[in-house]
């Protein structure tokens, strides 16, 4: 078992240059080696240089500018940040936040997030206490600005996040105003799916000699799932996309409205299907917990419009359905970009109607994909997916279908529970992983009784001591291109 994805042939982090305190932060979350579009653009960033990156969701490309901006950024005062950082996405904004958070305390950099839906009081509080980098959303930025709660004449370095996806959203002017409202002289860095259009104008206008990193072509054969449509009768698409979900296990499945959202997650309960809605009329706590119930697996479906095609970092999803058919080309792409990320496998179906045909072959050209339009059929699916996602640790007793087995009685023995395991991982190598931080006395892998299937998380004995220092090393940590959850088991009662 690997601690993190290998490239062939890729420098370590040390060799980019990245100070020390970056590359042993790195390290203790097993993140040893970059991708591409990171050994590309860290070097020519952290030379101060404007960087345009075209680089798809999903390739790294925020460790590729968020490394070394911490590195260069200077403290901030209060309401006067040195770094900014701007998103499309409230998700994207605070997932960003939160992938950079841990990495600038290692450097005694403070990192905020800042965007809609929720209180001001919090964000103005973070700003007052001094935000070296601010994430951000053009909305709520320019609100604050409005308010002068927030002053942008000292923001030396400026990154633009899924600028073409800033584009489609008709955020370019108010981009355009925030960048007008930071330091003349500035590093900008650009990363977006593309480079073309009103993206290339922001760089022409925006920025000085930037160098170009292509990390991929987004191309339908850099996605490495199986590509279907399926000819559907209109009232039985509901039906078809519950057995893609039954079948695969996590799903996102894409709708063109919000009420066509809600109204198919309501329905997927028929199909003994547990789905959550996401889309922006949601409020943001309902946001957030759509996204938590669905990554932790208590959702097995996640119904949403295109709010989530950008910007949204799941691991393992095992399938996209395309329920309502996508704008365009790029839409699909976007949307299916969802599955099949960090070299896992997946599957996107497109539910076709009769009338939707035509449309789906021109896309298909467009796509230059050579997929026929047939009859539904689930073979394969259940057999390229993963297993069902883990489940949050389960307070009550296990209901009929999980299986636990017998753990040693509390005393002097400390119960860790041990998170988004690859599915692969037995109890041995479990056990073997924990060894090196102390002497483990039990390790257990849940399982489905039903399959015999893992269920994706486990629980470790070992004393009180080894067990904080495990704790310590691994919680966050990398196994087979997973972030681990370590932490001590809620005692059951």
């Known amino acids: 078992m690997t601690a993190t994805p290998a490239h062939s042939g890729l420098p370590t982090f040390a060799q980019l240059g990245l100070p020390t305190p970056f590359v042993r932060a790195l390290a203790a979350r097993g993140v040893t080696t970059p991708f591409p579009v990171q050994a590309a653009a860290i070097p020519d960033a952290l030379d101060g240089r404007d960087v345009s990156g075209k680089a798809p969701t999903g390739s790294g490309k925020t460790l590729a500018f968020g490394l070394p901006v911490l590195a260069r950024v200077p403290q ?3 309401n006067r940040p040195q770094a900014l950082i701007l998103a499309p996405t ?13 990495l600038a305390e290692a450097a ?4 905020a997030a800042i965007y ?3 209180s001001y009081g919090p964000q103005r509080a973070a700003l007052r206490r001094g935000a070296d980098v601010l994430v951000a959303t053009p909305g709520r930025l320019e609100d604050l600005l409005e308010q002068r709660d927030v002053d942008l004449g000292e923001v030396g370095i400026a990154v633009i996040d ?10 370019m002017p108010a981009v355009r105003r925030i960048l007008d409202r930071t330091a003349k002289r500035r590093q900008t860095l650009l990363f977006s799916a593309t480079l073309d259009g009103d993206v290339a104008v922001l760089s022409r206008d925006y920025q000085r000699n930037p160098v170009r990193h292509d990390a991929a072509p987004v191309e339908p054969d850099t996605v490495d799932a199986e590509h279907r449509f399926w000819l559907v009768e209109h009232q039985e698409r509901a039906r078809h996309a519950a057995e893609v979900v039954a079948a695969a296990g996590r799903t996102i499945v894409f709708t063109r409205t919000r009420r066509g959202a809600d109204r198919l997650a309501t329905r997927f309960a028929k199909f003994d299907v547990d789905a959550v809605a996401l889309h922006g009329g949601r409020t943001q706590g309902q946001r957030t917990r759509a996204l938590r119930d669905f990554t932790t697996g208590k959702a097995q479906a996640l119904i949403a419009t295109d709010v989530a095609a950008r910007g949204i970092h799941v691991d393992a999803v095992a399938a996209v359905v395309h329920f309502d058919p996508p704008a365009d080309h790029k839409a699909y792409l976007h949307r299916s970009g969802r599955t099949a990320r960090a070299g896992a496998a997946g599957t996107i179906v497109s539910l076709v109607t009769g009338d939707q045909r035509r449309g789906a ?3 298909q050209r467009d796509l230059g994909l050579d997929v026929p339009i047939g009859a539904p059929d689930l073979g394969g699916i259940d057999h390229m997916a993963p297993p069902p996602p883990p489940v949050a640790a389960p307070r009550r007793p296990a209901t009929k279908r999980a299986h636990r087995p017998a753990r040693p009685k509390p005393g002097a023995h400390q119960s860790l529970y041990v998170a988004n395991l690859p599915w692969s991982t037995t109890a041995a190598e479990l056990a073997s992983l924990f060894a090196a931080h102390g002497e483990v006395h039990a390790s257990t892998i849940i399982t489905d009784r039903s399959s015999g299937r893992s269920r994706g998380f486990g629980f470790v004995d070992m004393a009180p001591a080894d067990a904080d220092h495990a704790v310590g090393a691994l919680h966050g940590s990398r196994l087979d291109g997973r972030d ?8 059951r009662s």
Do not use: S, W
């Open 361 to 363: 072959r021109r896309m």
């Open 484 to 491: 681990l959850t370590v932490r001590p088991a809620r005692p």
């Open 76 to 78: 901030a005062g209060k």
């Open 162 to 171: 899924e600028a073409d996806r800033m584009a489609d959203m008709g955020f």
């Open 116 to 118: 809609g839906g929720v």
């Open 108 to 111: 005694g950099r403070r990192v």
């Open 90 to 102: 409230r998700e994207l904004a605070e997932q960003i936040r939160a992938e950079l958070a841990p």
